[in-house]
């Protein structure tokens, strides 16, 4: 350790490249990670908050809520209890005049099931009458007030807002929750049909009718429309970055190894241990990762406090913690090739040559 800062405290410009090379690495590394957990997150923020465990939709609908429509008859002989709860979905444009199109989910719920009963508010309150509507806080921050009377599609009816909720999101729209009275008008759906689907706290849930399935919470996530595609493409993006982190700290380590040859057979010719030379590149190589990282921690910290609420980040701590401990042992794993040449360098040939 002592070699490795007292090489790097002399040869200052040098080794402040490579570090700032390496908080450009962690940087970017951070940066896409809390991207891709905030669009994943603003596709599934909803679901999240009911708490749910399984979801039953009509087998044809090709796992999608909006296209699955539930009938009287398909749940004449399920038993619904506390831990199950109606909804309907459909995909609206919000409008008013003076104000930004929102282009929304509208969820219909009933007043005495769970969802609707644990809806947390971050101002106003609970729909209690067809006419109004709770909606997410991206309405707000685009200038809807409570009070608010909004139109759906080349719907004339005018329904109030009466509440916000923060982290209400389907699949990255904002939702609007309602009257599922209010979702049937929408929909345009015959007096048979009562909801998108069945949501249930029960993993186990089951319905007497054929026509309807059972998924998993998991299951229904992973088929939303994007969310996995959009996932695989951050994953790899991100694994990329990663081996080629692993590439560029081996390479800089690799050169500046060769340009040190001579010193260090020079250091082996006066009986230093081989040991004690890799023990120094191998924390030269853990201080200019750790160095580095931390120096990219805090501009990730910066951007937290300085990116606008519209931007779809999240930063989870032990996600980051964790790519942070990958980002130090791919520098451990960058400074292979030059243990490799220390062990083998020949005193007599190197200062001889």
Not at 73 to 91: C, L, M
């Amino acid at each position: 350790m002592f070699l490795s800062i007292k090489e790097i405290k002399k040869e200052k410009v040098r080794y402040g490249l490579i570090i700032g090379m390496i908080v450009l690495i962690c940087y970017l590394i951070f940066i896409l990670t809390s991207l891709a957990m905030g669009l994943a997150q603003q596709n599934t923020d909803a679901i999240d908050s009911w708490n749910i465990s399984s979801v039953v939709l009509d087998k044809d609908s090709n796992t999608s809520m909006t296209q699955s429509m539930i009938t009287k008859d398909e749940v004449k002989k399920t038993k619904i209890t506390s831990k199950e709860a109606y909804i309907g979905q459909t995909a609206v444009v919000a409008k008013k005049s003076g104000r930004t199109n929102e282009s929304a989910q509208f969820l219909g719920l009933k007043d005495n099931q769970f969802i609707a009963k644990n809806l947390v508010l971050s101002s106003g309150h609970k729909v209690n009458k067809s006419d109004q509507v709770v909606v997410d806080d991206k309405f707000q921050t685009d200038g809807y007030k409570i009070g608010d009377k909004i139109q759906f599609n080349s719907n004339n009816k005018k329904y109030t807002i009466v509440g916000f909720t923060k982290n209400a999101k389907l699949n990255i729209a904002p939702v609007v929750y309602g009257n599922i009275s209010t979702w049937k008008t929408l929909k345009n759906g015959n007096s048979q049909v009562i909801a998108s689907a069945i949501v249930s706290k029960n993993a186990n849930f089951k319905t007497a009718n054929k026509q309807l399935k059972t998924y998993s919470i998991s299951a229904f996530i992973s088929k939303l429309p994007g969310y996995s595609a959009q996932n695989s493409t951050f994953t790899f993006m991100i694994a990329f970055l990663m081996i080629i982190s692993l590439i560029v700290i081996a390479v800089f380590l690799y050169i500046l190894t060769i340009q040190k040859i001579q010193n260090y057979a020079v250091l082996r010719a006066q009986g230093i241990p081989a040991k004690t030379l890799v023990g120094a590149t191998i924390s030269q190589s853990i201080t200019l990762v750790v160095s580095g990282l931390l120096i990219g921690i805090m501009l990730t910290a910066i951007t937290a406090i300085a990116m606008p609420a519209a931007v779809p980040i999240s930063f989870n701590i032990p996600i980051l913690s964790a790519i942070g401990i990958g980002l130090v042992l791919t520098g451990l794993l960058g400074s292979l090739i030059p243990i490799r040449i220390i062990l083998h360098v020949d005193p007599v040939s190197v200062i001889g040559g």
